[in-house]
């Protein structure tokens, strides 16, 4: 039975590492200038986890196989303070290496201001649905009021109409952005704590009660993308999803247009 047990650990290690190998499930290509950088690192990340798998699991197959029980009298170890004290200490060296050499793309992302010539947007999550502001021909946001907001008259991110910059204010269920121009999104939420992840961009934030989150990109690619909630938000959770649309700039501007509010 050890022999068999051993032999079947070491055949499931073997077909793991050939299947995370041949990256049969790895990430859609990246469309922003984060992209390389995430997937040379999360690469990095694999290819530790993997050696490290890959000798754990031989490991134990030979331990199962070489202490089998073949009657023979039972021994037992104390161990190795030493050998426990040093691969503690390369464990931890480790993974704070990986945490640290990783942290400059995530402060690129989330840290670093957004260039000048940025497109804002506004990213809105409640339960269930996503909202997505942007400000307009004046380049302003108009004043918000919380008292206001009620989706039953169309005003879902409650608006305040007698400021002149909330009037051409354009509000959307899904968000819009123009290809090969920097985009700043501010998240904000309604109600509990969302996530805007879109997996193309490499990017993921939460969407906190009260704070007002930032991230910027460049999306290098035209196309339609998902844009799931991707932190459990209550029972409607598994709905919650949008899209991101990347369009040409002439495109784009149209698209604004045609959406523009009538008062």
Same mark, same amino acid.
Request: hydrophobic share 45%; glycine share 6%.
């Given at each position: 039975?050890?022999?068999?047990?051993?032999? !079947? %650990?070491?055949?499931?290690?073997?077909?793991?590492?050939?299947?995370?190998?041949?990256?049969?499930?790895?990430?859609?290509?990246? &469309?922003?200038?984060?992209?390389?950088?995430?997937?040379?690192?999360?690469?990095?990340?694999?290819?530790?986890?993997? +050696? %490290?798998?890959?000798?754990? $699991?031989?490991?134990?197959?030979?331990? &199962?196989?070489?202490?089998?029980?073949?009657?023979?009298?039972?021994?037992?170890?104390?161990?190795?303070?030493? @050998?426990?004290?040093?691969?503690?200490?390369?464990?931890?060296?480790?993974?704070?290496? &990986?945490?640290?050499?990783?942290?400059?793309?995530?402060?690129? !992302?989330?840290?670093?201001?957004?260039?000048?010539?940025?497109?804002?947007?506004?990213?809105?999550?409640?339960?269930?649905?996503?909202?997505?502001?942007?400000?307009?021909?004046?380049?302003?946001?108009?004043? +918000?009021?919380?008292?206001?907001?009620?989706?039953?008259?169309?005003?879902?991110?409650?608006?305040?109409?007698?400021?002149?910059?909330? @009037?051409?204010?354009?509000?959307?269920?899904?968000?819009?952005?123009?290809?090969?121009?920097?985009?700043? /999104? +501010?998240?904000?939420?309604?109600?509990?704590?969302?996530?805007?992840?879109?997996?193309?961009?490499?990017?993921?934030?939460? @969407?906190?009660?009260?704070?007002?989150?930032?991230?910027?990109?460049?999306?290098?690619?035209?196309?339609?993308?998902?844009?799931?909630?991707?932190?459990?938000?209550? /029972?409607?959770?598994? $709905?919650?999803?949008?899209?991101?649309?990347?369009?040409?700039?002439?495109?784009?501007?149209?698209?604004?247009?045609?959406?523009?509010?009538?008062?």
């Amino acid at each position: 039975m050890a022999v068999l047990l051993a032999g !079947v %650990i070491a055949v499931i290690t073997l077909v793991s590492m050939y299947l995370f190998s041949v990256e049969a499930w790895w990430m859609p290509p990246y &469309i922003s200038e984060y992209g390389q950088a995430y997937d040379a690192h999360f690469h990095l990340t694999m290819i530790i986890c993997g +050696i %490290i798998f890959f000798l754990a $699991q031989l490991g134990l197959a030979y331990a &199962i196989f070489r202490y089998r029980d073949r009657g023979q009298k039972v021994s037992y170890s104390h161990g190795n303070n030493t @050998l426990e004290v040093v691969w503690t200490l390369a464990t931890a060296v480790l993974f704070w290496g &990986i945490v640290l050499w990783g942290t400059h793309i995530w402060a690129s !992302v989330h840290l670093e201001a957004a260039p000048s010539n940025a497109v804002q947007i506004e990213a809105w999550g409640q339960q269930f649905a996503w909202y997505f502001r942007y400000p307009g021909p004046d380049g302003k946001f108009g004043t +918000i009021k919380p008292e206001l907001m009620k989706e039953s008259s169309g005003n879902p991110l409650g608006l305040d109409l007698t400021d002149q910059a909330a @009037l051409d204010d354009v509000v959307m269920p899904i968000v819009a952005v123009p290809v090969n121009r920097p985009v700043e /999104l +501010i998240l904000r939420s309604k109600d509990v704590i969302h996530n805007f992840f879109v997996r193309e961009l490499r990017i993921k934030q939460d @969407l906190v009660p009260g704070l007002e989150n930032r991230l910027h990109f460049t999306a290098s690619q035209t196309g339609r993308f998902e844009v799931p909630c991707s932190e459990l938000c209550g /029972l409607g959770h598994y $709905q919650m999803r949008t899209f991101l649309d990347v369009k040409p700039e002439a495109e784009f501007n149209s698209w604004l247009q045609e959406n523009a509010p009538q008062y």
